[in-house]
């Protein structure tokens, strides 16, 4: 049940090797045949790791139906949203989403359209679509519990945690092994001229982040080698606001929370209690 290794690097291995097939059909099926690795079949389910759930279908704008997994902690200090990275489903992500269901957080993880027993197939607009429409669930979620609403996006679900971070009731935002623009990771894996342009606009969190004003906590391997840590580092400086930056040594790309230990979750739970209270509740929750 561990993360699925993000294969963003197959993506510029394609862009090379597949120039002329991006001149003549365009960039978007290219994207999207490369970027998104969704498997659809469940590998596991929460009550297995001895956590409480309930599945939960939403919505999006356009109709396309998502599902979702909510797990509820028994005294929680605030909904935590959970946006996965690009490939395998939410029951890859099981023994992350017990840690942090240990530090009190009632988390609702969704799966993007194509992946798990969610409808349609994966692009960039409906990615963005999914995201609006978790984050309308979870904050009514929130709102109903009088709790914080915290924000995680991992890898390429950080593009997702950025596009909704700055929208009404975010309390806070999480932020792990992700990276600007998908030009820069052009750039960064194959240093060569005119991609970084070609693919700026794409999944650009660089742009969307000065929206955000709540908190923010950044986590990065040293040693990421699919997402290069220079890249988160450039996306905090674009941040504004209450900002920290961790440095995960000795970490890669998928084995943060291993490498990170319990430092990484006290690093967490921290940041969750200093949170402010949304208006009007209880206190004592903190």
């Given amino acids: 049940m561990k993360p699925r290794t993000i294969r963003l690097s197959a993506i510029w291995a394609a862009l090379i090797l597949l120039g002329g097939a991006y001149m003549a059909f365009g960039v978007d099926a290219l994207i999207n045949s490369q970027l998104f690795y969704p498997e659809r079949t469940l590998a596991a389910r929460p009550d297995q790791l001895g956590m409480a759930y309930e599945d939960q279908w939403i919505e999006a704008a356009d109709g396309v139906k998502l599902h979702a997994w909510w797990i509820p902690a028994p005294r929680p200090k605030a909904v935590l949203l959970f946006f996965h990275g690009n490939a395998g489903n939410i029951s890859h992500r099981l023994d992350n989403l017990r840690l942090l269901h240990g530090l ?6 969704l799966d993007y359209r194509g992946y798990g027993q969610s409808q349609g197939s994966p692009d960039e607009r ?3 679509l999914d995201a609006a429409a978790a984050y309308l669930a979870a904050r009514g979620r929130a709102a109903k519990a009088g709790l914080r609403l915290v924000v995680f996006g991992r890898s390429l679900g950080g593009a997702a945690a950025v596009a909704v971070g700055g929208l009404e009731g975010v309390s806070g935002v ?13 750039k960064a894996v194959f240093h060569l ?12 969190s660089e742009m969307r982040i000065p929206a955000i004003t709540a908190p923010l906590l950044f986590f990065h391997g040293d040693r990421d080698d699919i997402v290069p840590h220079e890249l988160g580092r450039r996306l905090f400086d674009s941040a504004g606001g209450p900002k920290e930056f961790i440095t995960l040594n000795g970490a890669g790309h998928n084995d943060t929370i291993m490498v990170g230990g319990q430092d990484y979750l006290n690093k967490i739970a921290s940041f969750v209690d200093n949170l402010p209270m949304p208006a009007g509740a209880d206190d004592s929750l903190r």
């Fill in 174 to 186: 999480i932020l792990e092994s992700t990276f600007t623009n998908l030009g820069d990771m052009a």
């Fill in 104 to 109: 009190g957080l009632s988390t609702l993880i």
């Fill in 193 to 204: 001229p005119g991609l970084d342009r070609a693919f700026k606009s794409r999944f650009d």
């Fill in 126 to 128: 409906g990615f963005y």
